[in-house]
């Protein structure tokens, strides 16, 4: 099952470095056998879900039998405190001395992987390319000492095999996810190729008429569509863009805010990959000229995800967007959100209040929806009726009665608050203010004695004030049901695993508006880049959160109309942070970095 003198070995050099101690040894000696089997039957199963087979085989490893113990250690080598596959590959590495990689799955050249080796012979011996030159090819592997496989690439390569170690957890799931995304779509191509037009561009549509599309259902096209899912679900991804090109098609996924090249579709196959997504989203498979709307639910490690779907026609043919609506980041402790504590202990005195109306803006992107979900879920209890009037629905809650809009019926927003009213609510969350009517509605339901949340579009949060009066809400009125607004940006966070100390110039510092700053070395963090945060220094985001609590003083100006440079000058005299100054802090404690800043915020001067 193992070598049982390779498992001596390892546990030595865990020793010797003082990761484990002699009594952790002898558990590994005496119960090992028993774990590689309970490791093997689990990752046969995992296999068969993965690969698509019904009977595979597989080898344990002497490192995956240690690193299942999950050894406690106190040493600067462990993991979190862990002693786990990571640490031992990288000092095994580092012992055999070999070059020990973390593979980051965006950064392969999905060709190369797929081509150098055949789908049998990666799943076999678990190996990948990862870099070719003329002279060299350099291969990642787990296990290092099987020379006989790389003996075969050699002669099979003709060229200089340079071996490096990796994860071999990592190394299973790109071999399954790339070759198993070649071969659905090499059988795809021979199943579709012959019969399904190539869509092509506007100059072809013409030639289109009359040909019966085929069935996107077909089994290899329902794994391609599996591998893109969990491609995207593994990554974090928000939004999975699929998009036709004049020779081909690409998938690409947006990941903490940027996109990332993924796939390549042949454009044979394309349609097909279209067709089943949107048989999954009840769409009309055999439109294809006019814009589409649908949604369907998946599962993923056991949660729930819902999936939003849209398609627009484009000159090289259809081009779908999926956005990602994962539980795990739509609904999140208010805590999580990026609110420093005098900002949240705010924002929690707006949503405990038993009447009155809440104001979230921001553009879109800026995590608004995140933050109304989150609030709602925070709130939420068997003594509240709450009701949300959304266009569409992003995620369905069964704690929440969601109402969507449909505008062909004339059921508009504020038909829907009309509505919403007589089923007793206390709380109403409304989508999005948009038009005089809907901003009205909302007053007077918060005016009548219920709590209402909802969106706005400005640019920061005085101006929301001067937007619902614009809208025609009375400003008396205005300021006698506003409890707070907050206005809202996403900056991506520094990657924990890679940030290291840096200074920012006097000049970023002047740009930022950081006062002080003259002549002084200001000292931030920034990330490296590795392969957790795939080499960009950032991994996940946060919210910078301008806040503006309603008092007394600031209900005055808004009774008399003032303009939002007065509003916004009394709120930072009360307190206020404005996206800018709340950036600042948040560099200064090592979040974010100054270009994060930039892109997200405007200093705009208050007259």
């Not at 769409?283 to 599962?299: H, L, N, V």
């Not at 704690?399 to 062909?408: D, G, K, L, S, T």
Request: glycine share 6%; charged share 25%; with cysteine.
């Amino acid at each position: 099952m193992f070598d049982r003198e390779r498992l001596v070995w390892i546990l030595d050099v865990l020793l010797s470095r003082g990761l484990i101690h002699e009594g952790q040894k002898k558990d590994v000696l005496n119960r090992g056998d028993d774990q590689a089997r309970h490791i093997m039957l689990d990752k046969r199963a995992e296999l068969r879900r993965l690969l698509g087979k019904r009977r595979v085989t597989y080898k344990v490893s002497e490192i995956e039998v240690i690193a299942s113990f999950r050894f406690r250690s106190q040493t600067t080598d462990a993991e979190e405190g862990l002693v786990t596959e990571r640490v031992i590959t990288r000092l095994v590495s580092i012992e055999l001395g070999l070059r020990f990689v973390e593979i980051d799955p965006l950064q392969l050249d999905f060709k190369l992987v797929t081509e150098s080796f055949g789908g049998p012979f990666s799943e076999r011996h678990l190996v990948i390319a990862i870099e070719e030159t003329p002279e060299q090819l350099t291969v990642a592997m787990a296990d290092p000492w099987n020379r006989e496989v790389l003996e075969q690439i050699t002669l099979f390569k003709q060229k200089r095999i340079r071996p490096v170690m990796t994860l071999k957890s990592t190394l299973i799931q790109i071999v399954a996810e790339f070759h198993g995304f070649r071969r659905s779509m090499r059988e795809a191509e021979r199943d579709f190729g012959s019969n399904l037009p190539d869509l092509g561009n506007l100059e072809q549509l013409t030639q289109l008429r009359g040909v019966h599309e085929m069935d996107g259902a077909e089994q290899p096209v329902v794994q391609a569509v599996w591998y893109i899912l969990n491609y995207a679900f593994d990554h974090r991804a928000s939004d999975i863009h699929i998009e036709p090109k004049r020779d081909e098609a690409t998938v690409r996924l947006r990941i903490d805010g940027v996109l990332h090249t993924i796939h390549r579709l042949p454009k044979l196959v394309f349609p097909a990959i279209i067709s089943r997504i949107k048989t999954l989203s009840r769409m009309d498979i055999a439109e294809r000229r006019r814009p589409q709307d649908g949604r369907f639910k998946t599962s993923f490690r056991d949660q729930e995800i819902e999936l939003r779907v849209s398609t627009v026609p484009t000159a090289f043919g259809e081009k779908m967007v999926i956005r990602v609506f994962d539980p795990g980041v739509l609904l999140q402790d208010l805590g999580a959100l990026g609110f420093f504590r005098r900002e949240l202990l705010l924002y929690e005195r707006f949503i405990n209040a038993s009447t009155g109306l809440i104001l979230v803006t921001g553009p879109t992107g800026s995590g608004k929806t995140t933050t109304l979900y989150s609030t709602l879920q925070h709130i939420a209890s068997p003594r509240l009726n709450i009701c949300t009037i959304e266009d569409p629905i992003e995620m369905v809650h069964e704690a929440f009665n969601q109402m969507p809009i449909h505008r062909a019926i004339g059921f508009d927003y504020a038909a829907a608050i009309r509505h919403v009213l007589r089923q007793d609510p206390d709380v109403i969350m409304i989508g999005e203010v948009r038009d005089p009517e809907t901003a009205q509605s909302a007053v007077q339901a918060a005016l009548t004695g219920h709590l209402v949340i909802t969106t706005l579009h400005t640019n920061d949060a005085p101006s929301a004030v001067t937007r619902m009066i614009d809208l025609g809400v009375q400003p008396y009125l205005l300021s006698s049901v506003l409890l707070g607004v907050i206005a809202q940006r996403l900056v991506r966070k520094i990657c924990p695993h890679c940030a290291t100390d840096d200074w920012i110039s006097e000049e970023q510092a002047l740009a930022l508006g950081i006062n002080g700053a003259d002549g002084k070395r200001l000292k931030v963090k920034v990330g490296k880049g590795c392969v957790r945060c795939r080499g960009t220094g950032y991994k996940g985001r946060t919210g910078l959160m301008e806040v503006m609590p309603m008092t007394p003083r600031l209900a005055k100006l808004v009774a008399t109309g003032a303009p939002s440079q007065e509003v916004k000058r009394e709120a930072l005299n009360d307190g206020m942070l404005t996206l800018r100054d709340y950036g600042i802090k948040k560099l200064g404690r090592g979040e974010t970095t100054v270009e994060e800043i930039m892109a997200a915020t405007d200093d705009f001067a208050v007259y």
